[in-house]
């Protein structure tokens, strides 16, 4: 499969995903997408990152925004693992190469999803 082909089955992958946010009680704004080598050494640098090069680079993938109904009924910005596990945990079912952030070990990065190489 092509790197093209590769990037397209994971946009593929992230509208689905942001489809079925709400089943889980989740809506959806964007977060990044593409970053360049010198917004990764930022990210690097400042500690937000654990790797001089993200997947984000090759466009395989994606950080959001994730909100949920607070108590007033208002919609509250949320990072929380455990608001977002089962979605996370449903994106890892689409396919062996989509991996959350949020279940990993020691880096927990919870707005991220991505497709690793195959």
Not at 56 to 72: C, E, P, V
Not at 76 to 95: F, H, M, R
Not at 109 to 118: A, L
Request: charged share 20%; net charge negative.
């Amino acid at each position: 499969m092509s790197k093209v082909e590769q990037q397209a089955a994971f946009l593929q992958d992230a509208a689905k995903l942001i489809e079925q946010a709400p089943l889980f009680g989740l809506t959806i704004t964007g977060g990044e997408l593409f970053r360049t080598q010198e917004q990764q050494d930022l990210h690097f640098a400042s500690g937000k990152s654990k790797l001089r090069h993200s997947l984000h680079q090759d466009r395989m993938a994606i950080d959001l925004n994730f909100f949920k109904k607070g108590s007033s009924g208002a919609l509250e910005l949320t990072y929380n693992k455990a608001d977002i596990q089962p979605l996370g945990d449903w994106w890892e079912t689409l396919t062996p190469q989509n991996k959350w952030g949020g279940n990993w070990s020691g880096f927990i990065d919870t707005p991220h999803f991505q497709r690793n190489e195959i």
